[in-house]
């Protein structure tokens, strides 16, 4: 965790914790609000989670403040944010999103949601209204994947948004199969082909429970808080060279950090990053509007290959990712640098550095990688 400031208003006695020079109340950590007759409390002490967890209440970030979450709730946002911090490399990447889609994709696509069940309320944000009601009876028409997110579309017009955070994961299993329930199964989808057909049960499982489930109308789709802005697909036509090369122009900031940037490219994490950095040999410290022409045509390339080499992969398997088969991904055993801090490079045998950028570590070959 990196708690680095922490504002205070003396007269509401409203914290809001701010991570750099970015305050990131909005949506998940909201705003740690003590009660005036209640003893202050040490900022840092409510930064870690360790206040008295009576007195914690969290509201939203408007001009009226409207209670998001119960007492015993804003304790266990704060203890999930804390272990959140410093884990974003194990949030699964869009090789590994694609994975659990191909592999639920003809269990889901034509079939119906015969019957949808919930076991909590929430998982990162709160299931959607009358979420089972607009569920049950939808047929799947089509699985997509945008980025980091699978997309649902139903007969019924809306669209069904999911992504699987830290470690969540689904597996199927035959309708006839009694499957024992575990702790962390959270959502469980009953699906079926018609009346007398096939019926599988696909179990949303997710310990850390920054996972989340949405849902939005067609037309609401592009424009709502999870798409919008959102960059091209890399592994889609829109991804041309000239695009990526378009979309670097001007930018000061380091091609790591512009590549990392969702509205660059759409689903890159800080692995694959590393990856394409490499292997176009292209330095993470480059200010990315260097990097046009022969550079950004190498990047481009790069970034198209690796992903697909690792989405025929099967994916990543760090921590605590796994497809909807159960069987982890192989992809890590053929990282040239991610991880790899003091190897020696495959192609010129010098040493692999680790840096630090915006918080995120990144491997790199000094003599390779200009």
């Given at each position: 965790?990196?708690?680095?400031?922490?504002?205070?208003?003396?007269?509401?006695?409203?914290?809001?914790v701010v991570f750099g020079s970015k305050c990131r109340t909005k949506h998940l950590?909201?705003?740690?609000?003590?009660?005036?007759?209640?003893?202050?409390?040490?900022?840092?002490?409510?930064?870690?989670?360790?206040?008295?967890?009576?007195?914690?209440?969290?509201?939203?970030?408007?001009?009226?403040?409207?209670?998001?979450?119960?007492?015993?709730?804003?304790?266990?946002?704060?203890?999930?944010?804390?272990?959140?911090?410093?884990?974003?490399?194990?949030?699964?990447?869009?090789?590994?999103?694609?994975?659990?889609?191909?592999g639920l994709?003809?269990?889901?696509?034509?079939?119906r949601f015969a019957r949808v069940t919930t076991r909590r309320k929430d998982l990162r944000f709160p299931l959607p209204a009358r979420f089972r009601a607009r569920l049950e009876g939808a047929m799947l028409e089509r699985l997509d994947r945008r980025g980091k997110y699978m997309i649902c579309a139903l007969d019924t017009g809306e669209h069904l948004i999911m992504h699987l955070g830290m470690s969540g994961r689904f597996?199927?299993?035959?309708?006839?199969?009694?499957?024992a329930s575990e702790k962390h199964d959270h959502v469980v989808f009953?699906?079926?082909q018609g009346a007398n057909g096939d019926r599988v049960k696909i179990i949303y499982n997710d310990a850390r429970r920054f996972g989340f489930m949405d849902l939005a109308e067609q037309d609401a789709l592009e424009s709502s808080r999870h798409f919008k802005g959102m960059g091209p697909e890399p592994m889609s036509n829109l991804f041309s060279a000239p695009v990526f090369a378009e979309a670097l122009r001007g930018k000061t900031a380091p091609i790591k950090a512009a590549l990392l940037d969702q509205r660059v490219v759409a689903g890159l994490g800080?692995?694959?990053?590393?990856?394409?950095?490499?292997?176009?040999?292209?330095?993470?410290?480059?200010?990315?509007?260097?990097t046009a022409g022969k550079?950004?045509?190498?990047?481009?390339?790069?970034?198209?290959?690796?992903?697909?080499?690792?989405?025929?992969?099967?994916?990543?398997?760090?921590?605590?990712f796994a497809n909807t088969s159960g069987e982890l991904g192989y992809f890590q055993h053929h990282f040239a640098v991610y991880g790899r801090e003091g190897e020696p490079c495959g192609q010129c045998g010098a040493t692999i550095e680790r840096i630090v950028q915006s918080g995120r570590s990144t491997f790199f070959c000094r003599r390779c990688q200009r």
């Open positions: 965790m990196d708690y680095k400031t922490l504002s205070h208003s003396t007269r509401e006695c409203k914290y809001h950590y909201g705003a740690i609000t003590f009660e005036p007759s209640v003893q202050p409390v040490r900022p840092f002490a409510i930064a870690m989670g360790i206040a008295d967890k009576r007195t914690v209440s969290v509201f939203d970030h408007g001009s009226s403040p409207t209670r998001l979450y119960t007492i015993s709730a804003a304790w266990a946002l704060m203890q999930r944010a804390a272990v959140f911090r410093g884990n974003e490399d194990k949030l699964p990447e869009l090789p590994e999103v694609e994975t659990v889609r191909r994709a003809p269990v889901m696509e034509g079939w597996t199927i299993h035959s309708g006839q199969t009694d499957v009953e699906m079926n800080n692995i694959y990053v590393c990856e394409a950095l490499y292997r176009a040999g292209v330095s993470p410290r480059r200010k990315a509007a260097t550079r950004s045509n190498r990047l481009h390339r790069a970034i198209v290959d690796v992903l697909r080499d690792a989405i025929e992969a099967g994916g990543s398997s760090l921590k605590d």
